[in-house]
């Protein structure tokens, strides 16, 4: 069964970091491209950064202007795991972050659909 569980969201001050992790199982994350989303209350989802497969444009990244700088994300294909570095973090970053995949690779480039999602975790920014 193919799976994606995220986890690391938590309560995190204005300017601190979290990491989040998106790990894949019954399939090998490497060939699909990863997306993180996030949606916060009362707003639209909003595609954060996405990573393409490893064959397809040699894996490169996505950012939304709103996360870029601030934001890094990256894969350890032997951990079969999808990485959300985010820095300088801000309360409008407050969200339910989701992972999700898509198998022909190239959801992040053409802008595909998602074929498989995480149920999410929640990371907010406050004092």
């Known amino acids: 069964q193919l799976q994606l569980v995220e986890s690391g969201g938590g309560l995190v001050q204005p300017g601190g970091s979290l990491r989040l992790s998106c790990a894949g199982s019954?399939?090998?994350?490497?060939?699909?491209?990863i997306g993180w989303f996030r949606q916060a209350p009362g707003k639209e989802r909003e595609k954060v950064s996405c990573?393409?497969?490893?064959?397809?444009?040699?894996?490169?990244?996505y950012y939304a202007d709103s996360v870029k700088g601030r934001f890094t994300i990256s894969r350890d294909n032997a951990k079969n795991t999808v990485y959300l570095q985010m820095n300088s973090l801000k309360p409008e970053d407050t969200a339910v972050y989701s992972c999700?995949?898509?198998?022909?690779?190239?959801?992040?480039?053409?802008?595909?659909?998602?074929?498989?999602w995480g149920k999410g975790t929640l990371v907010t920014v406050s004092s």
């Open positions: 999700a995949a898509d198998a022909t690779g190239w959801a992040c480039a053409r802008g595909y659909g998602m074929d498989y």
């Open positions: 019954g399939f090998s994350l490497g060939y699909y491209a």
């Open positions: 990573i393409s497969s490893d064959n397809v444009e040699n894996g490169s990244a």
